[in-house]
Each structure stands twice: as C-alpha cells, then as structure tokens.
C-alpha cells in the first residue's frame, strides 16, 4: 500500500487544532525509514507574543524519555555489560538486607515493563519525594533504599508483580544501568543519545537552557497559564530519567527514522530483534512504549507531559511509517483532547480513513 501525504491538508490540520484548543504552538513530523515526509510547525514561542516557533526549537517530551532510556538500555545489553534478567539486588546485594524482601527478585527488566511494584511517582501532588541534598551523586541510590522500604504499587502473584505504571521505576533501571557502565544518566544519553545516534537533547525544559527557547503552558478549561525562564517548575531530578529531555521536532523525527529503520534491520545503532523487542516485546506497553491498534491498525507509541508540554509519537511499522505531535502546551491530568483529535484527524488522512465520520 502506498501512502501519499498531503502536506497541505496535514497543515490545515494544525492550524485548525491550535484555532479549536487555544495552542501557542504545534509541530507535527511525518517520516519514513528513507527520511522526513513533512514538518509543519505553527505558532508562537510563548502565549501572547509574536515569535514565531520553529522546526529548530526544542519542545519537553515528557515521558517520551523512558523510550530513550529503553534504548540505551538496549544498547548496553548488546554490549553485554548487563542482562535484561540481572537482578537489582545482584548489583546491589548490600541493600538486601535493609528492604522489603518481596522485593528481592526484581530484575531489570520488570523495571522497564513497570511491573517490579515501585510506587508511581506520577502525581507529585499527592506522592512525596524524599528531601536529599541536590547534586549527590548518590541521590538515585539513596532513593532505590527508600523505594524498596515502601509498600508495593501492585500486587505480588505467583508470575510476580503486576503492572503499575512508574516514573521511579526507570530511575532504579536507570540504576542499574549506571551501575553496569559506570556513567551516569546524563553522561549515558550524552554517549549514546547525543554521540553515536547523534541526536542532539538537552536536559530539562527548553526556556531553562535559553530563555528564547520555547515555553510551556498548562491549559485550564479554556485558560492558559505560562511558565516563563523565571518559573521555579521544573521535574524533580530523582525522576529525571523518566521524563525530562527537550529535543527538536526534527531531532525527535531522525529517532523515529532510526527506529524504522531498525525495524527493517538497517539501524546500525542496534540490530533488527533489538527494535522488535523494544516496541513489542509485551504487550500493551513494552519498553517505555505502548502497542496495540487503533483505527484498525497496528501500532506502537509513546506520550509525554510533565503538565506543561505535550509529546506523542506513534509508529506503524507494517507501514514503515511514524507520526510525531508536539505541543507547548499541557494540562494537570496528562490527557491533552487536541493531540487526540488531531491524531484521529491525521491518522484518518493518511491511511485515507475519512469515511469513517463517526470517529
């Protein structure tokens, strides 16, 4: 099946849906594994003023993050410096002794799936992060010992834990990791991240790292609140890995490039079942990624919001197709209706599903 995009519609699209929602801004990038089909990005830095936005300026991508994470992960397992099966207590047996024992046999991978009973960390709000001192090397340490002493997030049977979605959780995988490399997270994306797939990130949101660069926005009903360089918001740095890079739209699309390509065995950052594993390894959410259908086709994806930005990217790898949505806009709940509509919308074109109104 071929597909053909209309680069005209699929930009009337977002200019409609930042009209419909009240949105500073939004950019969408289509790709295949041969490269970028169409970008499109519209509107303003920040609510109120007149710079306009562009493919260049870094967007927050949330939870988007624990993708990256998941493939660094990869990485170092082709490496062979860690194992998808190596048990937290095997890299830190000294920490066995002073946490709950129902703990004991979680292994990296029950990290990455979610599924190793570690409270979510989701709602700071209502969930209270340990007060460490800032810039401890040791913080992520201290914070597993705290973690692994708290009650479980789901429930223990005899296949182990349940599934409970958790940022904290990719902070002990990401423990592990740096255990096992000897670098720590940032230096673990700046190596394999930033340097060998060359996708460039930054750390935090992007008006943090420049002031011109793009602000977020919370939506409330129809108001929009603006965080502007000044604002003490940020993600706390013990939840860090799960969720607090910045990247451009076209950086953010060379990813989906490379993950398609992966896909086709044509990746030389990791090798084909790598990619498979990654996007399908479980069902319903695999490595930092999320699978199943929609409109009748199978997909994969992620979505990202710390409350004031909002990423989606989605891939349909029988298609050899992925879609990126980016926003600098978000809301408290995480759940952003434009992004929803706008991904029906562009979905619906591509795959010319436009007959189905009723969705």
């Not at 493919?55 to 624990?66: A, M, P, R, T, V």
């Not at 090397?137 to 349940?162: I, R, V, W």
């Not at 030389?268 to 695999?286: M, Q, T, V």
Request: hydrophobic share 40%.
């Amino acid at each position: 099946m071929i597909l053909m995009i209309d680069n005209f519609k699929i930009s009337q699209l977002i200019e409609l849906t930042r009209k419909k929602f009240n949105l500073p801004a939004i950019a969408v990038c289509i790709v295949n594994s041969s490269g970028v089909l169409m970008a499109d990005v519209q509107g303003v830095k920040y609510a109120g003023s007149n710079e306009e936005v562009s493919l260049n300026d870094y967007f927050h991508i949330g939870s988007c993050s624990k993708s990256f994470l998941g493939i660094i992960a990869v990485k170092v397992i082709e490496q062979k410096l860690i194992k998808w099966e190596t048990g937290f207590f095997d890299l830190f047996p000294e920490l066995k002794k002073n946490t709950k024992s129902i703990y004991h046999k979680i292994t990296l991978k029950d990290l990455f799936l979610c599924k190793a009973g570690i409270k979510p960390f989701t709602n700071l709000e209502k969930e209270t992060l340990p007060q460490l001192p800032e810039g401890d090397d040791n913080n992520f340490y201290k914070f597993a010992k705290y973690l692994l002493n708290l009650e479980p997030a789901a429930k223990f049977g005899k296949n182990g834990f349940g599934f409970a979605y958790s940022n904290a959780s990719y902070s002990m995988a990401d423990l592990m990791i740096e255990k096992a490399t000897g670098l720590s997270y940032k230096q673990l994306v700046e190596k394999y991240i930033n340097g060998d797939m060359k996708i460039e990130t930054i750390f935090g949101f992007p008006n943090k790292y420049n002031e011109k660069q793009p602000w977020g926005h919370m939506l409330n009903g129809k108001d929009l609140e603006t965080f502007d360089p000044e604002c003490k918001y940020v993600l706390p740095a013990l939840i860090s890995p799960a969720g607090d890079l910045s990247l451009t739209p076209l950086m953010f699309a060379d990813y989906l490039i490379e993950n398609l390509k992966g896909f086709k065995g044509e990746s030389n950052f990791l090798k084909k079942d790598s990619f498979e594993f990654l996007h399908f390894g479980n069902k319903i959410f695999s490595i930092g990624l999320a699978n199943g259908k929609i409109l009748g086709k199978n997909f994969s994806g992620m979505d990202g919001s710390a409350g004031t930005f909002f990423c989606r990217a989605f891939f349909f790898r029988d298609s050899d197709l992925a879609v990126l949505i980016m926003t600098n806009a978000g809301t408290s709940t995480g759940r952003m209706k434009s992004v929803d509509w706008l991904t029906m919308k562009i979905i619906k074109e591509i795959f010319n599903l436009r007959w189905k109104f009723w969705i």
